[in-house]
T-cell receptor, first 116, second 111 residues
């Protein structure tokens, strides 16, 4: 099992540019989470999907952020236009969907985004 | 506001000693509890999960859960310099798998 795969690992972009982050889930996992981590705010949940359906996007900072899950194994997080305050490490994580709430997450290696 | 509280540290422990990390949570309906370890520049990795009151042991790690007092702790026995990391406590409130995260405790094991 290759784990949760994120790309790119690092992204440096100029303010105003569009940024697309990508995530491939672990096979068989049904829940997908996008997180942002900064020193000041820690881990913040941006959005999560169950079975490709967005369940809660209340953590998405603004309309500049959008996320899609076109199939069961892949998701994108897009920022358009990007701003310097978006600089952070963005993680996606997946978990199995089972009985109760027994699943912990498996995180991808993250994308370190720097907007200059 | 559902919250998970951790002391941010750093917690400094001599090598070979027991490191004790604590976490309190505010919502009594919390069902599942997780400890993640995050090395600097890396992603969080799950090291322990606990669902019932009492202790759960896995190698040098022991998770302790007390639902009445609403706390969960992680003990690391025979601590090693490689245990130096930030430890994140996470609590699952419902079946949607959304975790509520603590801010993490930075642990430093001194050789």
């Amino acid at each position: 099992d290759a784990g949760v795969i994120q790309s790119p690992r690092h992204e440096v972009t100029e303010m105003g540019q569009e940024v697309t982050l990508r995530c491939k889930l672990i096979s068989g996992h049904n829940s997908l989470f996008w997180y942002r981590q900064t020193m000041m705010r820690g881990l913040e949940l941006l959005i999560y999907f169950n079975n490709n359906v967005p369940i809660d996007d209340s953590g998405m900072p603004e309309d500049r952020f959008s996320a899609k899950m076109p199939n069961a194994s892949f998701s994108t997080l897009k920022i358009q236009p990007s701003e310097p305050r978006d600089s952070a490490v963005y993680f996606c994580a997946s978990s199995p969907l089972g009985t109760g709430s027994m699943g912990g997450y498996t995180f991808g290696s993250g994308t370190r985004l720097t907007v200059v | 506001q559902k919250e998970v509280e951790q002391n941010s540290g750093p917690l400094s422990v001599p090598e070979g000693a027991i490191a004790s990390l604590n976490c309190t949570y505010s919502d009594r309906v919390s069902q599942s509890f997780f400890w993640y370890r995050q090395y600097s520049g890396k992603s969080p990795e799950l090291i322990m999960s606990i669902y019932s009151n009492g202790d759960k042991e896995d190698g040098r790690f022991t998770a302790q859960l007390n639902k009445a007092s609403q706390y969960v702790s992680l003990l690391i026995r025979d601590s090693q310099p490689s245990d130096s990391a930030t430890y994140l406590c996470a609590v699952n409130l419902d079946s949607n798998y959304q975790l509520i995260w603590g801010a993490g405790t930075k642990l430093i094991i001194k050789p």
